[in-house]
């Protein structure tokens, strides 16, 4: 499985963006798409996976209510719309695929692919 993410930038607070993670290969059905943030000098933390069928598995408190995931099973794309971003947002943005019978998805030892990241930068 290879995952290319996109959509990250630098944006003021309050305003939005919407962060994508394209997936290609053969056993991408078989996994579960996840979305972790790294910001500068922390450990990357989750925020949100989602699985093909449209099932939500779990979300990071922190972006409940601002932080929406959706994916296009045709394209095999997941979209992260993040709004009302604040300054606390800024990190790097991975998306990253653990197997669909895993309900731990908040562990990120489970993941076996991850993409390069993306940068998100929130300016207050």
């Known amino acids: 499985v290879q995952l290319q993410a996109s959509g990250g930038g630098l944006v003021q607070a309050g305003e939005f963006l919407r962060l994508s993670c394209e997936a290609s290969?053969?056993?991408?059905?078989?996994?579960?798409m996840g979305w972790f943030r790294q910001a500068p000098g922390k450990e990357r933390e989750f925020v949100v996976c989602i699985k093909w069928s449209g099932v939500i598995t779990d979300y990071a408190d922190s972006i409940k209510g601002r932080f929406t995931i959706s994916r296009d099973n045709a394209k095999n794309t997941v979209y992260l719309q993040m709004n009302s971003l604040k300054p606390e947002d800024t990190a790097v943005y991975y998306c990253a695929a653990v197997r669909d019978y895993y309900s731990d998805v908040r562990n990120r030892d489970r993941y076996d692919y991850w993409g390069q990241g993306t940068l998100v930068t929130v300016s207050s």
């Open positions: 290969g053969r056993t991408v059905s078989s996994y579960q």
